[in-house]
């Protein structure tokens, strides 16, 4: 059982929704170019290409690690604003939190993973990390505050919203696979996620 707090809304977007969100995302993502992050130490490539847009941005690499920095790491360029369809889902969901600093793309290919992680790197924990999904469905696990807690898998698919809040705000999660020509939105197999966070 996930901790209080995590909510998983299906269908929250309408296809038109998905679809004019799509449209904002691959103009951010043209201002923006997805990118290979790597892992700290190791410098792994992680198998998610990421971009962000807001004032802050969520990157890692070998050397800097996992942190936010306002430019993106490649361009040097700064990170395009949040599509105001992002700001109005925020404030919809998260009525009292401060607006979102950060809205972190993460583009998968067919086999493409997340391994388990909690989102910490923030120096505030108040306000929720809002996430939406777009294209193919996928396997999404969710956990407890300890890594080693008991997890259970819930399917995420297009215009479907999660949020991380409350006692589940640092809850373990991850995505195990996409499932591959589930969705119809986009025109390649593969999965968008976006995660709205407030930073500092
Ligand atoms: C994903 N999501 O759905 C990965 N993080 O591709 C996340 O890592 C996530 O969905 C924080 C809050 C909600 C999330
Ligand atoms: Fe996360």
Known sequence: MAPDGFLHIAEYLSPDQQSRLLAEIRAAIAAAPLY???????GKPLSVQMTNCGPLGWVTDKIGGYRYQAHHPE????WPPIPDMLKTIWADVAPTAPPPEACLINCYAADSRLGLHCDADEAEF???????????????????LKRRDPTSRLRLRSGDLVVLGGAA???????????PGTGSLLDAPGRINLTLRRVT
Do not use: E, K, N
């Open 75 to 78: 361009t040097g360029r700064a």
């Open 36 to 42: 290979i992050p790597t892992m700290p130490r190791t």
């Open 126 to 144: 108040t306000a929720p990390v809002v996430s939406l999904s777009l294209g193919d469905d996928a396997w999404f696990r969710i956990g407890g």
């Open 169 to 179: 705000r640092l809850a373990y999660h991850g995505i195990d696979r996409i499932l």
